[in-house]
């Protein structure tokens, strides 16, 4: 028997936690306050841009009658009592306590598979009285398997809370994005320059508008306009309207689906014009771009068919309409530097059943180029089904966040695995990053219209978003082509 704490030693298998240990004597870890960051947090405005302050954002506080020990100490004998009663003999473990989730990891007895476990969620959620279960098994790393269940009082996770973190402070992304936090309560910070693209699905109510309103605030309050622009397209008219006035907008908010395959237009065109700059320069991407020797220039021209990008100087893009080919070397400017785009896409169903044919080769051609010449896709659907996220389409959108969805085949669909069907809603998701094969459940942050609301009132003091006029886009007026 163990008179403390003790998080190195299971207790005695099939023994509860607080029979083996005394009312504290079970390992629950707790997520530390978040450590705010002591320098700013909001870069520095220049004399085009000023950053909205995070006083704008509300913080989120811990509310009352929250979980205690006990009730975790509780929960674990329940757990271990109940895989009992399917003659599973385990032993009690960690708890990690997080904002919304808590996992309560059981060490499995001498010859007890852990398939065995994994197939008794629905009991162990009947038994437990939970709106649902998730099993690791096992974890990753680990000679346990946890069992994730959700907190009779879940702690709401602000998007200010994270904005004012050391880990924001610190992060060192070319475009960073703030998701939640983790199950363990460390904020869920990506590059969504290293992603490169996102796919996101979860059906109604769970949390995928809240989701794509905090990436734009992460952005807009690390980027301004001349480092980053946004496109957006919106077939339901009210979900990114409110955005139009931003100044890092790049065209006004897309609301027609048909309208939707000339903007993928514009952007190849886009993406087309970059490399053929970056080829006039000898660098390989955005970044080598950015921070290159000023007015540098190779004397050679642009190949028809070049292998390092495969793309085509004439052929192609003398098909793309609205689209002007180039004449000849004077034609082509070569801008100090050149802002990321980020194109946003909700809801991607509605235009799979305008033009899809047209939709998914847009799609797929940027996200198979686009990465290196700054073009960055976030994809948004409620319908993940296999005639709207199709094979070709999730193939190249290799970074995915999937909210509750309603059953296996749609978690299949998203992640390539189940456990999204599984969720609690209301902001819980599942994170699957292409460098690695486990799924990290997080909450996301929570960013009310309130609070969109204020941001964008706040930027619209910076002056009205300046619109592309060309396939080339620019820091400065372009020059006049000679004629």
Same mark, same amino acid.
């Given at each position: 028997m163990f008179s403390k704490i003790d998080k190195t030693r299971p207790a005695p298998f099939g023994i509860p936690a607080s029979a083996a240990s005394g009312a504290g004597g079970i390992a629950i870890i707790k997520p530390e306050e978040t450590k705010k960051a002591k320098s700013p947090v909001v870069p520095a405005s220049d004399e085009n841009y000023q950053f909205p302050p995070v006083t704008l954002l509300k913080e989120q506080t811990r509310p009352e009658g929250a979980d205690d020990d006990a009730e975790y100490a509780r929960n674990m004998d329940d757990l271990v009592r109940i895989l009992g009663e399917f003659n599973v003999a385990v032993s009690p473990g960690e708890i990690h306590v997080g904002p919304v989730i808590t996992c309560y990891e059981v060490v499995p007895a001498p010859g007890v598979r852990v398939e065995k476990i994994a197939s008794l969620d629905k009991n162990i959620a009947l038994g437990m009285r939970a709106q649902s279960v998730r099993i690791l098994a096992p974890i990753p790393g680990k000679a346990a398997v946890g069992i994730e269940m959700p907190n009779r009082t879940p702690s709401p996770v602000g998007m200010r809370d994270i904005l004012e973190s050391e880990d924001w402070a610190a992060a060192k992304a070319e475009i960073p994005i703030a998701l939640g936090k983790d199950v363990s309560g460390k904020p869920?910070?990506?590059?969504?320059?290293?992603?490169?693209?996102?796919?996101?699905?979860?059906?109604?109510?769970?949390?995928?508008?809240?989701?794509?309103?905090?990436?734009?605030?992460?952005?807009?309050?690390?980027?301004?306009?001349?480092?980053?622009?946004?496109?957006?397209?919106?077939?339901?008219?009210?979900?990114?309207?409110?955005?139009?006035?931003?100044?890092?907008?790049?065209?006004?908010?897309?609301?027609?689906?048909?309208?939707?395959?000339?903007?993928?237009?514009?952007?190849?065109?886009?993406?087309?014009?970059?490399?053929?700059?970056?080829?006039?320069?000898? %660098?390989?991407? *955005?970044? @080598?771009?950015?921070?290159?020797?000023?007015?540098? +220039?190779?004397? =050679?021209? &642009? $190949?028809?068919?070049d292998p390092a990008t495969g793309l085509h100087a004439t052929g192609e893009q003398q098909m793309l309409e609205g689209v002007d080919p180039f004449e000849d070397d004077d034609g082509i400017e070569i801008p100090d530097r050149l802002p990321y785009i980020v194109?946003?896409?909700?809801?991607?169903?509605?235009?799979?059943?305008?033009?899809?044919?047209?939709?998914?080769?847009?799609?797929?051609?940027?996200?198979?180029?686009?990465?290196?010449?700054?073009?960055?896709?976030?994809?948004?659907?409620?319908?993940?089904? %296999?005639?709207? *996220?199709? @094979?070709?389409?999730?193939?190249?959108?290799?970074? +995915?966040?999937? =909210?509750? &969805? $309603?059953?296996?085949?749609?978690?299949?669909?998203?992640?390539?695995?189940?456990?999204?069907?599984?969720?609690?809603?209301?902001?819980?998701?599942?994170?699957?990053?292409?460098?690695?094969?486990?799924?990290?459940?997080?909450q996301g942050a929570f960013v009310s219209d309130e609070e969109v609301q204020e941001f964008v009132e706040f930027l619209k003091r910076n002056g009205p978003p300046q619109y592309a006029t060309s396939a080339v886009l620019t820091n400065r007026p372009r020059r006049q082509r000679r004629r």
């Open positions: 869920l910070i990506s590059d969504l320059s290293k992603m490169p693209h996102l796919l996101i699905a979860g059906a109604t109510g769970s949390g995928k508008s809240v989701c794509i309103n905090s990436i734009i605030a992460s952005i807009v309050y690390r980027k301004a306009p001349k480092d980053l622009r946004l496109i957006m397209v919106d077939s339901k008219f009210v979900e990114l309207k409110v955005f139009n006035s931003l100044p890092h907008m790049l065209i006004p908010v897309v609301t027609e689906p048909k309208k939707v395959p000339s903007a993928l237009k514009w952007l190849l065109g886009e993406m087309e014009q970059r490399y053929q700059i970056f080829a006039k320069v000898g %660098v390989r991407n *955005i970044s @080598g771009f950015n921070h290159r020797k000023k007015n540098t +220039r190779l004397d =050679f021209p &642009v $190949a028809d068919n194109a946003i896409i909700d809801e991607l169903a509605d235009l799979m059943m305008v033009a899809p044919a047209k939709i998914e080769t847009g799609i797929v051609r940027l996200a198979q180029l686009a990465r290196a010449a700054g073009i960055h896709l976030i994809i948004a659907t409620q319908r993940p089904s %296999v005639n709207v *996220i199709t @094979g070709v389409i999730k193939a190249n959108l290799p970074s +995915r966040i999937a =909210f509750q &969805v $309603a059953s296996q085949v749609d978690s299949h669909t998203i992640l390539d695995d189940e456990g999204a069907d599984t969720l609690i809603g209301r902001g819980d998701m599942l994170f699957s990053l292409p460098d690695s094969s486990r799924l990290v459940r997080a």
